[in-house]
């Protein structure tokens, strides 16, 4: 059988969540290939053919017989007019994939062949002032027409699945749930015997004093704006702290609405200096480290598919406060102190338990560790890969029927 991926969302030099996903299924497609398992059972003889809008970045799996990527144009409306046009033509000339599978909301117009797509979360329904009309329309049309044409819609969260059956009003059974995965050989608790390393990765950052650790975009959704005011608060009975704030900021045109985020941490001069210090975009080699020296990890969103920060952060054996109502409470299962995202007070009364009530920070560590077993990229790929399996044989039985 050979599987097509649209491969774009690994194909970014800077990964936010759905980039990370996406890299990490691809590896695990490469390893197929090669596994014992993957020979014993006849997977090893399975094609992927990557299809990209650019030459593929360089830590992309390396090519082989049996996992090559295609580099389609034209790149403006790709989805639209240059990937069914390239797919039409290998189906003429019988070269086409058998299953094609997108590793993002959009499959490919009037696509010829039976497709999967992606869906991380519906933000752009939940949150539609954060985006330029022009993308809602592409997220909301596109996303819409792809739905009904995929055999199966992959989601990162039971959450996720839900609010993608009730919004769309489709069957459950249509929606397989894959959750992420984390790269164990950075975040781990061996990290924490580094600390030399941590304290570089510290100074580096110009962390002078114990700290609380944010990571992700600079958004509305993200809720960073009550969770300053709720260091605030903290601040007043414990000035002995920073919040660090790791995430990327877009500027200008179809930004995030963050500039009233960003102007209220500029003028956050309360307590020390620098009590607040946002760092921007910071690479894994060093967000391990941050983790491990945090006093918690914090993330009060609005709304998230998923939060693989959270996963990171417990596996570094840094206890965790996240949301309450939304898939993070899912994700954390009971390892991690929730809090309500509209209520300042309870923010800053989670973030108090997490990094002084000792007790509690070892409760959450321990569970923690635990919890994070549930989660592996592998796991993610055979869900994946059996979920692919199962429309083609579902399509074989059809055809044959």
Same mark, same amino acid.
């Given at each position: 059988?050979?599987?097509?991926?649209?491969?774009?969302?690994?194909?970014?030099?800077?990964?936010?969540? =759905?980039?990370?996903?996406?890299?990490?299924?691809?590896?695990?497609?490469?390893?197929?290939?090669?596994?014992?398992?993957?020979?014993?059972?006849? *997977?090893?003889?399975?094609?992927?053919?990557?299809?990209?809008?650019?030459?593929?970045?360089?830590?992309?799996?390396?090519?082989?017989?049996?996992?090559?990527?295609?580099?389609?144009?034209?790149?403006?409306?790709?989805?639209?007019?240059?990937?069914?046009?390239?797919?039409?033509?290998?189906?003429?000339? *019988? +070269?086409?994939?058998?299953?094609?599978?997108?590793?993002?909301?959009?499959?490919?117009?009037?696509?010829? !062949?039976?497709?999967?797509?992606?869906?991380?979360?519906?933000?752009?329904?939940?949150?539609?002032?954060?985006?330029?009309? #022009?993308?809602?329309?592409?997220?909301?049309?596109?996303?819409?027409?792809?739905?009904?044409?995929?055999?199966?819609?992959?989601?990162?969260?039971?959450?996720?699945?839900?609010?993608?059956?009730?919004?769309?009003?489709?069957?459950?059974? #249509?929606?397989?749930?894959?959750?992420? /995965?984390?790269?164990?050989?950075?975040?781990?608790?061996?990290?924490?015997?580094?600390?030399? %390393?941590? #304290?570089?990765?510290?100074?580096?950052?110009?962390?002078?004093?114990?700290?609380?650790?944010?990571?992700?975009?600079?958004?509305? *959704?993200?809720?960073?704006?009550?969770?300053?005011?709720?260091?605030?608060?903290?601040?007043?009975?414990?000035?002995?702290?920073?919040?660090? !704030?790791? &995430?990327?900021? +877009?500027?200008?045109? /179809?930004?995030?609405?963050?500039?009233?985020?960003?102007? %209220?941490?500029?003028?956050?001069?309360?307590?020390?200096?620098? =009590?607040? !210090?946002?760092? /921007?975009?910071?690479?894994?080699?060093?967000?391990?480290?941050?983790?491990? &020296?945090?006093?918690?990890?914090?993330?009060? =969103?609005?709304?998230?598919?998923?939060?693989?920060?959270?996963?990171?952060?417990?596996?570094?054996?840094?206890?965790?406060?996240?949301?309450? &109502?939304?898939?993070?409470?899912?994700?954390?299962?009971?390892?991690?102190?929730?809090?309500?995202?509209?209520?300042?007070?309870?923010?800053?009364? /989670?973030?108090?338990?997490?990094?002084?009530?000792?007790? *509690?920070?070892?409760?959450?560590?321990?569970?923690?560790?635990?919890?994070?077993?549930?989660?592996?990229?592998? +796991?993610?790929?055979?869900?994946?890969?059996?979920?692919?399996?199962?429309?083609?044989?579902?399509?074989?039985?059809?055809?044959? &029927?």
């Amino acid at each position: 059988m050979i599987v097509g991926i649209d491969g774009n969302e690994a194909n970014q030099k800077i990964r936010t969540g =759905s980039g990370v996903y996406s890299l990490e299924l691809l590896r695990q497609f490469k390893k197929f290939q090669i596994s014992p398992a993957s020979i014993s059972t006849g *997977r090893a003889n399975f094609k992927f053919q990557i299809y990209l809008k650019n030459s593929p970045l360089k830590d992309l799996p390396s090519e082989d017989s049996n996992f090559e990527y295609k580099i389609v144009k034209p790149v403006n409306f790709w989805t639209q007019i240059g990937l069914p046009f390239q797919l039409w033509k290998e189906k003429i000339t *019988r +070269k086409a994939p058998d299953i094609f599978f997108s590793l993002t909301h959009y499959a490919p117009r009037f696509c010829p !062949i039976p497709s999967l797509i992606t869906i991380f979360d519906l933000s752009f329904i939940k949150f539609p002032k954060m985006f330029l009309k #022009k993308d809602l329309y592409q997220l909301r049309n596109w996303t819409e027409y792809s739905i009904r044409q995929a055999k199966k819609i992959i989601t990162i969260s039971e959450f996720s699945k839900n609010d993608i059956s009730n919004y769309y009003k489709i069957s459950p059974d #249509k929606i397989v749930v894959a959750y992420p /995965g984390y790269d164990k050989n950075k975040f781990n608790t061996q990290i924490k015997n580094q600390k030399s %390393k941590i #304290k570089s990765t510290i100074q580096k950052f110009k962390i002078d004093r114990e700290y609380i650790l944010y990571v992700g975009t600079i958004q509305p *959704r993200k809720n960073i704006s009550r969770l300053i005011d709720a260091f605030r608060l903290l601040n007043n009975d414990y000035p002995g702290l920073q919040l660090v !704030i790791c &995430g990327m900021i +877009k500027e200008g045109r /179809g930004g995030w609405m963050n500039d009233e985020i960003i102007d %209220k941490i500029k003028k956050s001069k309360f307590g020390r200096k620098d =009590s607040i !210090i946002i760092t /921007g975009y910071v690479i894994d080699k060093d967000l391990q480290y941050l983790m491990a &020296g945090a006093k918690t990890l914090v993330l009060p =969103s609005l709304y998230e598919g998923f939060g693989i920060p959270v996963i990171e952060a417990m596996a570094c054996g840094c206890p965790v406060v996240v949301s309450s &109502g939304i898939s993070l409470a899912e994700i954390a299962n009971g390892a991690a102190i929730l809090v309500n995202p509209f209520d300042v007070r309870s923010i800053a009364n /989670g973030l108090k338990e997490a990094c002084y009530n000792n007790l *509690r920070r070892q409760d959450l560590i321990k569970k923690g560790l635990i919890q994070i077993e549930r989660y592996d990229w592998e +796991k993610s790929a055979e869900i994946i890969f059996s979920t692919i399996q199962s429309v083609k044989n579902d399509r074989s039985k059809r055809q044959n &029927g």
